[in-house]
Every structure is written in C-alpha cells, then in structure tokens.
C-alpha cells in the first residue's frame, strides 16, 4: 500500500521569542525544516504534504521544492485539524506524520520503524523514548497486558502518573488512513483551543485497532522549541558530523571549537586547526591544512591547498597546491588556479587567476581573468567600475605587474608584457612591452632645509604673539 507523508510545521514556535516560523530556524546550515525534508525523501513518498500555517509565505520561499505539496492552516486549532487539513490531499494507504522542529532524525530510523509497522501489521504505530531528564512530552499509557491504551501530555499527568509511565511519545507515526478517519471524532481541548492528535491513539485503542509504540535513541525524536534547544541540537549536528570525518581520515586540533555543517565533503590527511568554520556545500581535498580562524563556505577546494589563518573563502573554487592567505578574501565566483599563490590583504571578485600565478599582498583583483605564471605586485587593483558598469580586466601568460599599479578597465595586458610600478593602465598593452604612465620624477635639491627654516620662523612669530597677548 501507498505511503504518504504529512509534515507538520504550522506552529507559533512563541518561545523562540521570534519573528522567524520556528521552522525557518537553521541547525548547523540548514533550517529545521528541511532536515526533516530530507530524512523522509528516501522513503520515496507517492504524495509530500507539509503543512504551514505561521509565516505560510516565508516557509514556501524557503523551501522550495516542487515534489512538496502546501497546505495551509488558516487556523492554528492543533496537530489534530492540522493533520485533518491534510488528508484533504491524500488518498488510502499509510500515512507517516512527523514534526518539522526534529531535525536529528535519520532515514535510517524511519526506515526502520516503517519496517516493524508493516511487519506487525499495526493499524497505529508511534516512536517512543525514555529520558528521565526531558519533560513536556506526552506519557505513553499501557495496560497491565502492556497494549497502548492512550496518550497523556505531560502537564495533564499526575506525579504518580510520571512515575509509572516513563515512555515519552516521540511525535512521530504511522497511521493508516482509515483510523485516520476517525480524527473527526477528536474533541476540542478546552483549556488550549487545540485538537490533538495524540487523542486518535485513545480513540483507535477503544475500537481495538492494533497499535504499538517503538522506542528508539531520544537524541533522534527530541524537538525544538527554544533558543537553549536549538543550540543543544545543533550541537549534537555539530560533534555527529566531525566525528564522521575524524573515522573518515581527517584531523581535527580541537574539534571542540569548531563550526562544521552537515553534508562537508573532506579528504584523507586533511588538518583542520582551531576556530575554523565550514559552512555550506563544501568540498576540501586531500592532504589539505586549513589554519585557524579561517571560514569557508560553499566552496571547493582540491587536493594539498594551504589556507593560512584568518582568511575567508566564499562561493569559489581553489586549485590543487594553491596557497590563500593570511588574512586573505576569496570573494564570491573567484577561481583560483593549481598552484597559485594569494597572500596577505589580497581580495579577489569574480577573478580567475591562472595557475602559478601569485598576488602575494596588499592587492585587489575584481572582473578579472588572469592567466599561467602572472606576478602581481603589492598594491595592485583593477578599476572595474565606473558608477553604473563592471568591466573585465584580461592579464594574459607571464605578465608582471609591478607594484601599485592601478589597471582600469576594460583594459588587455599582453602575453609576456611588463607594466612599471606605480603605473595608471587605460589602453591595452601589445604583448611582450614595457607600460609606463608615471609623470617624470623632478628634484628640488635643497627643498628640505628651506622647508625647516621656514617653519622655524613661523613658529617663533607665533610664540612672540602669544607672549604678547
């Protein structure tokens, strides 16, 4: 029979204290949501439906996924309606309703519990867990035969009740369609103004429909509901993900200190040093030292790069052996060759440098493509913009730049050319020449001393004023 999913993410999420659907909020790179998005793609749902309610508009430009169907809560009357407002889009068959606050759990769970629900044949089939450290979940009650009998939230739960009944509902069913039709037997809680749908376990448990509760690690169902929590669970992302590298062959000096996002691509004999932060589609090769303080996102880096400390890279690519930084800025669609070498105080944009090139410091390359063995002195930029238009500056093989050159363009700097320092280029340059633009060089000899005399002077009359005065 068809599987469905409903993903309910409709909440207020008030104790987030934000303005921001608590779903929307991000675990180690990724909002919450999409977390639970991607741990129920592999069961390969015939029909997705997540439901949105608080901040609908926002949710859908966040997550935009054509394989999703959005069902809109107009009111927030509980995880009953907001299931009950979903089943309007789907039709017979198993239904798998989970939170979209849990972002811990795996496919491989949910696989898993897909499996034992089928195989025993349940009607209702929920995940449990036991922590006596966690509170404001429902108690899971069973009879003296050990049957699911009903779902009490905590706060309703007397202190003898909490003692007896220790397993947790972990938010997350399987429930076929049929005893979902009973959710219009669910009654309003008066005390809250909600439906829940932790009722439909009491209301299927009276007509003798077979349910079961499966308990599974608590890590994996806990839920968000406050800033502490999310800063606990993305914790938890955090120290899963390093220690999926460390087993993989990368070195970690103090994993602790650490920002490392899920879905990191790095290679063998990698170091990774203190205060460093991988965010994003990353890729790093093999054989690559990533020194501290130093933050790359989105970015693919090859195999043996040297990222010195302090630097940032962002949306761009770094050749094998390359060499960025210290204190360097790879800007957003830079490409930096095999080997090529970008020092201290140097900004690249949207800039590809050839291999073997080198702008060792104090240098800004934007709109720029820059070919083989091109040196760059120090404070060197290419003037790319007039007010309105970006401009492409090309520097062909083997150029030399000498230092504090400014290159405005659109401008060509021929193959094997050479441009003098402190030079302003605006024409092209033929390949293999010599560019000057400097004004010539005059001496005033003796300028100095008479500077100083003069200013002796004006000093004493100043001070005779003052007496004066």
């Known amino acids: 029979m068809s599987l469905s999913i409903i993903i309910m993410a409709a909440g207020r999420g008030s104790r987030m204290k934000s303005e921001l659907p608590k779903v929307l909020h991000h675990?180690?790179?990724?909002?919450?949501?999409?977390?639970?998005?991607?741990?129920?793609?592999?069961?390969?749902?015939?029909?997705?439906?997540?439901?949105?309610?608080?901040g609908a508009e926002l949710v859908k430009d966040q997550v935009q996924d054509k394989s999703i169907t959005f069902v809109e809560q107009k009111e927030l009357?509980?995880?009953?309606?907001?299931?009950?407002?979903?089943?309007?889009?789907?039709?017979?068959?198993?239904?798998?309703?989970?939170?979209?606050?849990?972002?811990?759990?795996?496919?491989?769970?949910?696989?898993?519990?897909?499996?034992?629900?089928?195989r025993s044949k349940n009607d209702l089939s929920l995940l449990s867990f036991i922590d006596p450290e966690m509170s404001g979940y429902g108690r899971i009650f069973r009879d003296d035969a050990g049957n699911v009998t009903e779902i009490v939230e905590d706060k309703h739960a007397t202190a003898e009740e909490r003692k007896i009944f220790t397993e947790l509902n972990g938010g997350i069913y399987l429930i076929s369609s049929d005893v979902l039709s009973y959710l219009d037997k669910v009654k309003l809680n008066r005390a809250s103004g909600e439906y829940y749908l932790t009722d439909l376990v009491e209301i299927a448990a009276k007509r003798k429909r077979k349910l079961n509760a499966y308990t599974?690690?608590?890590?994996?169902?806990?839920?968000?509901?406050?800033?502490?929590?999310?800063?606990?669970?993305?914790?938890?992302?955090?120290?899963?993900?390093?220690?999926?590298?460390?087993?993989?062959?990368?070195?970690?000096?103090?994993?602790?200190?650490?920002?490392?996002?899920?879905?990191?691509?790095?290679?063998?004999?990698?170091?990774?040093y203190p205060n460093t932060y991988l965010e994003g589609n990353t890729t790093i090769g093999k054989n690559c030292i990533i020194f501290p303080g130093s933050r790359i996102t989105d970015s693919t880096l090859g195999n043996g790069v040297i990222v010195k400390d302090n630097t940032l890279i962002e949306e761009s690519s770094i050749g094998n052996e390359a060499s960025i930084g210290p204190c360097a800025h790879i800007r957003p669609a830079s490409m930096i060759g095999n080997k090529a070498k970008i020092g201290n105080f140097v900004e690249t944009k949207k800039c590809v440098i050839g291999e073997g090139s080198k702008a060792s410091h104090l240098t800004y390359l934007g709109d720029a493509v820059i070919g083989r063995d091109v040196n760059i002195g120090a404070g060197t930029i290419t003037c790319n913009y007039d007010g309105t238009n970006k401009f492409l500056t090309t520097i062909e093989d083997g150029v030399f730049i000498g230092s504090d050159s400014q290159l405005v363009a659109p401008v060509k700097i021929g193959k094997g050319s050479y441009?003098?320092?402190?030079?302003?280029?605006?024409?092209?340059i033929p390949a293999?020449?010599?560019?000057?633009?400097?004004?010539?060089?005059?001496?005033?000899?003796?300028?100095?001393?008479?500077?100083?005399?003069?200013?002796?002077?004006?000093?004493?009359?100043?001070?005779?004023?003052?007496?004066?005065?």
């Open 27 to 54: 675990a180690m790179g990724k909002p919450m949501l999409q977390y639970a998005i991607d741990a129920v793609k592999p069961l390969k749902p015939s029909k997705l439906v997540v439901v949105i309610g608080n």
């Open 432 to 469: 293999g020449s010599l560019a000057l633009s400097r004004s010539k060089q005059t001496n005033i000899e003796g300028w100095a001393d008479k500077k100083k005399k003069k200013l002796k002077s004006v000093s004493k009359k100043s001070i005779t004023k003052q007496n004066l005065k």
């Open 216 to 272: 599974c690690p608590a890590e994996e169902v806990r839920g968000v509901n406050s800033r502490r929590e999310l800063y606990e669970v993305s914790d938890i992302l955090r120290k899963k993900t390093i220690a999926a590298l460390m087993d993989r062959g990368v070195t970690f000096i103090d994993p602790n200190s650490c920002i490392i996002h899920g879905g990191l691509k790095v290679g063998r004999d990698t170091v990774i």
């Open 77 to 118: 009357l509980g995880t009953g309606d907001a299931v009950a407002t979903a089943m309007r889009h789907i039709k017979k068959g198993t239904v798998l309703v989970m939170n979209g606050d849990c972002p811990l759990i795996t496919s491989k769970s949910l696989k898993q519990f897909l499996a034992r629900h089928k």
């Open 419 to 428: 441009v003098g320092a402190g030079s302003t280029v605006t024409e092209d």
